[in-house]
């Protein structure tokens, strides 16, 4: 648990630096963070005590050039993680700005879950109207989930709309064994 709250005061801190910019921050630390789960063997450096703070720090320089158009925020943002032997905190650093930026931007995540392909028409529709109802910007993933056998199920929040034929059926049998 502590983690959350270690991470959570280092998002605070670069949301604070970066302020405006903070989609491109995000997006720049999601690179960092594909980058060491793409590589293998980079996931012990970061986690491994035998290696050193400073051996971190160096393999992070060693990257930065590499990164065009970095912020000099992330960048002195990621060199103090490694400093500070934080860098094992990076996606639950990434989770957590994800979410003070879509706070702070009033917008929502959510997902669209559908048994088929929606057309794009059809997602935009459902989006609208959610955004109606929230009052909030959504970004929305669309996903198709067969085992929905038809309908769509919508995840925003801790709100769930749930038009699915599965989810019908489910709220069907527990009304009968209730009787």
Request: charged fraction near 20%; aromatic fraction near 6%.
């Amino acid at each position: 648990m502590w983690t959350i709250s270690v991470s959570r005061r280092w998002a605070r801190a670069l949301l604070s630096l970066v302020d405006k910019e903070v989609d491109a921050a995000i997006l720049q630390l999601e690179a960092f963070s594909r980058a060491f789960a793409g590589t293998p063997g980079l996931s012990e450096l970061l986690k491994n005590p035998h290696f050193s703070r400073s051996q971190q720090e160096l393999f992070i320089e060693s990257l930065l050039p590499r990164v065009s158009g970095l912020n000099p925020y992330v960048a002195h943002f990621m060199r103090l993680l490694a400093r500070r032997g934080r860098l094992v905190l990076l996606d639950s650093i990434i989770r957590i700005l994800h979410g003070l930026a879509d706070a702070r931007q009033n917008r929502m995540r959510g997902k669209l879950s559908s048994a088929r392909p929606l057309l794009p028409s059809q997602a935009k529709a459902l989006q609208q109207a959610l955004e109606e109802q929230t009052q909030k910007a959504l970004l929305l993933e669309t996903v198709v989930d067969s085992s929905l056998i038809g309908g769509v199920s919508i995840q925003v929040g801790n709100m769930l709309f749930d038009g699915s034929l599965k989810g019908q059926l489910e709220s069907l049998r527990k009304r009968l064994l209730v009787r």
